[in-house]
């Protein structure tokens, strides 16, 4: 995630601010081209500060979940991110509107990233082939599950209570569990079906990657909740779960590639570096690039490491777990790289 400031005082803004901390200004996303705009309070109509320029906000600020903009002449009441909804709970509920919030701050970063990809994000509404996203409040239905079917991502609410999250996050033996996790790992099956089904030259170079697809789905995940993962699977495998079904790996591995992107893209902005003396030269790196304009994926991760290491011992030195607890073998980066190429004909910059 790049830096924000806002238009009136240059104070920093976060991403999902709806105004100035500092100066009281308003402010809004412009999706367009990942730009922070800023209001004067006090006007009766959004005119921008620098650009002077009217908007209006999406729809679901009203709620308090997004701060979007849209053109004001456009037709459209809700903003690209917000017209992916096909399903939200009932908001008279004020903890499905907590848990709702909570999904659509992931889901918002999410796209972000997706669209500074250059990924098509068509609604499922208005395109057969395109995406959209149920947010479900459980309730009785016990056959709901958290996941993806033919562009529906169905995601539960319960996923957003930190103490449920925590609960399955131990009672599946996983080592990270976050919303953002989710959202990242079930829109990969969704650009499984885009970007790999529909392109035979793209099948044949994932299977050498991840396996045959053709296994059986059902008995493969049967055979891993009976069996467990092999005991060699950090060797080629980004976690346990990937190793059930090529599928399953390819959505870890794509989750974890858009981990790693935000996360040095995050620190470039920042300008962080990993430079002290007592640190091995292979383990110094100073953030010097946004990795969506890199080709060589390598030089990506070799910055990884090293960030990691460190954003994780400052956890560590809080009494909170790692932020990214996880082993990238060469096998994993070998799977992110043929990721990385394919998405690489799709940057828009």
Avoid at 127 to 154: Q, R, Y
Avoid at 297 to 324: H, K, W
Wanted: glycine share 4%; with cysteine.
């Amino acid at each position: 995630m790049k830096i924000f400031k806002c238009g009136h005082c240059d104070h920093p803004l976060f991403f999902e601010n709806i105004d100035c901390g500092n100066c009281g200004h308003l402010s809004g996303y412009r999706d367009d081209d990942r730009q922070m705009l800023t209001f004067d309070p006090t006007r009766t109509s959004l005119l921008s500060d620098r650009e002077k320029i009217v908007y209006k906000y999406c729809k679901n600020r009203e709620h308090g979940i997004c701060n979007w903009l849209i053109p004001e002449n456009a037709e459209e009441v809700f903003c690209r991110a917000c017209q992916l909804n096909r399903t939200i709970p009932d908001l008279s509920n004020k903890i499905n509107l907590q848990r709702w919030k909570s999904l659509e701050v992931a889901k918002h970063r999410l796209i972000y990233q997706l669209q500074k990809i250059g990924l098509d994000l068509r609604s499922r509404m208005t395109h057969p082939d395109g995406l959209c996203f149920d947010f479900i409040a459980k309730n009785d239905n016990a056959d709901i599950m958290t996941g993806h079917a033919s562009g529906v991502i169905t995601i539960l609410l319960r996923e957003a209570d930190d103490v449920l999250r925590e609960q399955a996050k131990q009672e599946m033996e996983e080592r990270y569990r976050t919303l953002i996790g989710h959202l990242r790992h079930e829109v990969g099956h969704y650009f499984w079906e885009q970007l790999i089904a529909k392109d035979q030259s793209a099948l044949r170079s994932f299977r050498d990657f991840f396996g045959n697809e053709e296994a059986n789905y059902g008995d493969a995940l049967k055979a891993y909740y009976k069996n467990g993962a092999p005991e060699n699977w950090r060797d080629s495998y980004i976690s346990k779960y990937a190793t059930s079904h090529p599928w399953e790996d390819w959505a870890e591995t794509w989750a974890h590639y858009l981990h790693i992107m935000d996360m040095v893209e995050t620190a470039h902005f920042f300008g962080l570096e990993v430079n002290h003396k007592d640190i091995l030269e292979n383990m110094k790196i100073a953030s010097s690039f946004d990795p969506y304009t890199i080709e060589d994926f390598e030089t990506i991760v070799q910055t990884c490491v090293p960030l990691s290491f460190a954003v994780n011992s400052i956890n560590r030195a809080m009494g909170i777990p790692d932020v990214y607890p996880f082993v990238i073998t060469p096998a994993v980066v070998n799977k992110m790289k043929f990721i990385h190429q394919l998405l690489l004909p799709k940057r828009k910059l």
